[in-house]
């Protein structure tokens, strides 16, 4: 089994940036048409200025005449007038709808040139027969992150939590009304365990020699790597002596949970456009106590919050979390429930 980039397939969303790419070429069609028109109107009002100035310089004509002549010139200055109006309002809106495919359409031509990955499949088999195979394989550019709702209706009332799922997918792949399953775990990790090899530690013992010392001379033996202080006692010597270590050096660990896997029942779409889509995951109600705080020295306000317990049997992971109280939000929270702490997180509101 390999793997290649196909640099001559077609853009999957070929058909889609043609449309478009039809639907502006119309729409600018139809501006040039309105432009056109809109021109039309010009044309008459200067035709219709230039023969009123001419009309009023002839010789002979009444003054029921001119009036005549003054009143047609009138009428059909606004005549023009109304419709070069209308016909720019025309503009206007050809233009907005033009501008906004044209937006869309860079988007789209944006992804376009993205190549087609390829897995190619080579089988052996003995005899010639008729099979169907299914490959699973792993893609980056691809994620989720969970997110949640706490609800309060009340106090008294349990606190419902929505557990959701911020995905998304940046593969150059749009995945259309597919069976979603969500797991905790990370396959870039890798499973290899690590190796903790003992340190050796040299500790300071004294011992007594058998030979006896002459104060203020240095004496050694075989086993001796330090002469005695002149501070020691006749006849005492020091030495240093490699010993394996029997004590735990202190690390630090990270408890990490159990890999979790979570199945969105509904088929799901995910377009491959780097945005984050909102999948719920799980709803639970969970029992919550509720219980008010003050500290006048920091805050004027005193707050209601809910503590709730057993929460580490639901499977949940850090996220951020929006807060609902009686219907109405009141801000945000964050759920750090990969840290020991008796509660899962609180709901707090001043009252």
Same mark, same amino acid.
């Given at each position: 089994?390999?793997?290649?980039?196909?640099?001559?397939?077609?853009?999957?969303?070929?058909?889609?940036?043609?449309?478009?790419?039809?639907?502006?070429?119309?729409?600018?069609?139809?501006?040039?048409?309105?432009?056109?028109?809109?021109? /039309?109107?010009?044309?008459?009002?200067?035709?219709?200025?230039?023969?009123?100035?001419?009309?009023?310089?002839?010789?002979?004509?009444?003054?029921?005449? *001119?009036?005549?002549?003054?009143?047609?010139?009138?009428?059909?200055?606004?005549?023009?007038?109304?419709?070069?109006?209308?016909?720019?309002?025309?503009?206007?809106?050809?233009?907005?709808?033009?501008?906004?495919?044209?937006?869309? *359409?860079?988007?789209?031509?944006?992804?376009?040139?993205? @190549?087609?990955?390829?897995?190619? =499949?080579?089988?052996?088999?003995?005899?010639?027969?008729?099979?169907?195979?299914?490959?699973?394989?792993?893609?980056?550019?691809?994620?989720?992150?969970?997110?949640?709702?706490?609800?309060?209706?009340?106090?008294?009332?349990?606190?419902?939590?929505?557990?959701?799922?911020?995905?998304?997918?940046?593969?150059?792949?749009?995945?259309?009304?597919?069976? *979603?399953?969500?797991?905790?775990?990370? @396959?870039?990790?890798?499973?290899?365990?690590?190796?903790?090899?003992?340190?050796? *530690?040299?500790?300071?013992?004294?011992?007594?020699?058998?030979? #006896?010392?002459?104060?203020?001379?240095?004496?050694?033996?075989?086993?001796?790597?330090?002469?005695? @202080?002149?501070?020691?006692?006749?006849?005492?010597?020091?030495?240093?002596?490699?010993?394996?270590?029997?004590?735990?050096?202190?690390?630090?660990?990270?408890?990490?949970?159990?890999? /979790?896997?979570?199945?969105?029942?509904?088929?799901?779409?995910?377009?491959?456009?780097?945005?984050?889509?909102?999948?719920?995951?799980?709803?639970?109600?969970?029992?919550? =106590?509720?219980?008010?705080?003050?500290?006048?020295?920091?805050?004027?306000?005193?707050?209601?919050?809910?503590?709730?317990?057993?929460?580490?049997?639901?499977?949940?992971?850090?996220?951020?979390?929006? #807060?609902?109280?009686?219907?109405?939000? =009141?801000?945000?929270?964050?759920?750090?429930?990969?840290?020991?702490?008796?509660?899962?997180?609180?709901?707090?509101? @001043?009252?």
């Amino acid at each position: 089994m390999n793997h290649r980039i196909n640099y001559l397939t077609e853009s999957p969303k070929k058909k889609e940036i043609e449309d478009l790419q039809a639907k502006i070429k119309k729409l600018e069609k139809d501006w040039a048409y309105e432009k056109a028109m809109q021109d /039309v109107w010009v044309n008459e009002e200067q035709l219709l200025n230039k023969n009123s100035v001419i009309g009023g310089q002839q010789n002979g004509l009444t003054a029921a005449q *001119l009036t005549a002549v003054n009143d047609y010139v009138r009428q059909r200055l606004i005549t023009t007038k109304t419709n070069w109006l209308a016909q720019q309002e025309k503009l206007t809106t050809i233009g907005q709808e033009a501008d906004k495919l044209r937006q869309q *359409l860079s988007t789209l031509q944006a992804q376009a040139p993205r @190549p087609t990955s390829e897995v190619v =499949v080579e089988i052996s088999s003995e005899v010639e027969v008729g099979a169907t195979f299914t490959l699973t394989y792993f893609v980056g550019e691809a994620g989720w992150i969970p997110a949640y709702d706490l609800r309060a209706k009340g106090v008294g009332q349990p606190i419902e939590l929505l557990m959701k799922a911020q995905v998304t997918n940046n593969t150059g792949e749009d995945w259309n009304k597919v069976a *979603l399953s969500l797991s905790s775990g990370n @396959p870039t990790l890798g499973g290899v365990m690590p190796t903790l090899n003992p340190w050796t *530690l040299y500790t300071y013992r004294p011992m007594q020699l058998q030979s #006896v010392a002459i104060r203020g001379a240095r004496t050694r033996n075989a086993d001796a790597t330090m002469a005695a @202080p002149s501070s020691a006692a006749d006849g005492e010597a020091y030495k240093y002596e490699e010993r394996d270590a029997t004590a735990i050096v202190a690390n630090t660990v990270n408890f990490r949970t159990t890999t /979790v896997e979570f199945i969105i029942e509904t088929p799901f779409t995910v377009p491959s456009d780097g945005v984050q889509h909102t999948v719920g995951v799980h709803t639970h109600s969970i029992a919550a =106590v509720y219980k008010h705080y003050a500290t006048p020295k920091l805050d004027k306000d005193a707050f209601l919050y809910a503590r709730t317990t057993g929460w580490e049997d639901l499977n949940l992971l850090p996220g951020q979390a929006n #807060v609902f109280f009686e219907g109405t939000f =009141v801000g945000e929270s964050y759920l750090q429930l990969d840290m020991p702490q008796g509660h899962a997180g609180h709901l707090a509101r @001043p009252r």
